[in-house]
């Protein structure tokens, strides 16, 4: 399958949004663990409100609705339900994705991936983070580069940088606050963000 010309139509978003969903289904408790030793031990359960909450508001969305309908929405329904720092953080992520994709019915990859681009650099923005901070965008800014080349690569790129959290200090949200003590510990946030890469790969590649 060539994936570099394919164009993504709103099937393909509810596709990947319900592959997310399940994902932090899956890992939800996973996700908790990892924020009890370096936060509050909630992350897993702020995903699982948030992506539930987004399965149902898909659910009931306008059939008419267009990819950047859809991930606006989305992330309208993450900041609104979700109390953790990650809640504005996703939403902003997919309202500003989905903002940039407008109307249009169907998206090209190339499209997709600058929409992300995007939104990653409105998270960044948002939460004053980079790259290196122990954060989601360790997962997100390399995840998405690598939409560059292929979606398993994103997948692997995204899997890679959450894995590199192990040995950051944390420089921003909860884990920041523990200073030298956050080394050692693999970021939620970044873990979280590797699966919602995950599963769009799996989505382009007809996985479910
Ligand atoms: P909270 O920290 O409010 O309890 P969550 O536990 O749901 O929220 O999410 C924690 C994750 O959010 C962290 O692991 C980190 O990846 C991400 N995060 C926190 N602050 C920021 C920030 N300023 N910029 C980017 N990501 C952040
Ligand atoms: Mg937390």
């Given at each position: 399958?060539?994936?570099?010309?394919?164009?993504?139509?709103?099937?393909?978003?509810?596709?990947?949004?319900?592959?997310?969903?399940?994902?932090?289904?899956?890992?939800?408790?996973?996700?908790t663990?990892l924020?009890?030793?370096?936060?509050d031990?909630?992350?897993?359960?702020?995903?699982?409100?948030?992506?539930?909450?987004?399965?149902?508001?898909?659910?009931?969305?306008?059939?008419?609705?267009?990819?950047?309908?859809?991930?606006?929405?989305?992330?309208?329904?993450?900041?609104?339900?979700?109390?953790?720092?990650?809640?504005?953080?996703?939403?902003?992520?997919?309202?500003?994705?989905?903002?940039?994709?407008?109307?249009?019915?169907?998206?090209?990859?190339?499209?997709?991936?600058?929409?992300?681009?995007?939104?990653?650099?409105?998270?960044?923005?948002?939460?004053?983070?980079?790259?290196?901070?122990?954060?989601?965008?360790?997962?997100?800014?390399?995840?998405?580069?690598?939409?560059?080349?292929?979606?398993?690569?994103?997948?692997?790129?995204?899997?890679?940088?959450?894995?590199?959290?192990?040995?950051?200090?944390?420089?921003?949200?909860?884990?920041?606050?523990?200073?030298?003590?956050?080394?050692?510990?693999?970021?939620?946030?970044?873990?979280?963000?590797?699966?919602?890469?995950?599963?769009?790969?799996?989505?382009?590649?007809?996985?479910?």
């Amino acid at each position: 399958m060539d994936e570099g010309i394919a164009v993504r139509d709103t099937e393909f978003f509810r596709r990947w949004l319900e592959a997310a969903t399940a994902a932090v289904e899956r890992e939800a408790d996973r996700l908790t663990e990892l924020d009890s030793p370096i936060g509050d031990a909630d992350h897993g359960a702020n995903m699982l409100r948030g992506f539930t909450a987004v399965r149902n508001g898909l659910a009931g969305a306008d059939p008419a609705a267009g990819p950047g309908a859809l991930l606006q929405l989305a992330g309208r329904t993450l900041i609104s339900t979700v109390g953790g720092a990650s809640g504005p953080l996703y939403g902003t992520l997919l309202r500003r994705t989905g903002k940039e994709l407008g109307e249009a019915p169907e998206v090209s990859d190339a499209a997709l991936q600058q929409a992300l681009q995007t939104g990653v650099d409105a998270v960044a923005q948002l939460g004053g983070a980079a790259p290196g901070d122990k954060t989601m965008l360790d997962a997100l800014v390399p995840g998405v580069a690598a939409l560059g080349t292929s979606y398993p690569a994103a997948r692997d790129a995204a899997q890679a940088g959450a894995l590199a959290t192990v040995p950051i200090l944390a420089r921003k949200g909860r884990a920041s606050y523990l200073g030298e003590r956050s080394i050692g510990h693999q970021d939620p946030g970044a873990t979280s963000s590797a699966l919602l890469l995950a599963a769009l790969a799996d989505t382009a590649e007809g996985v479910r």
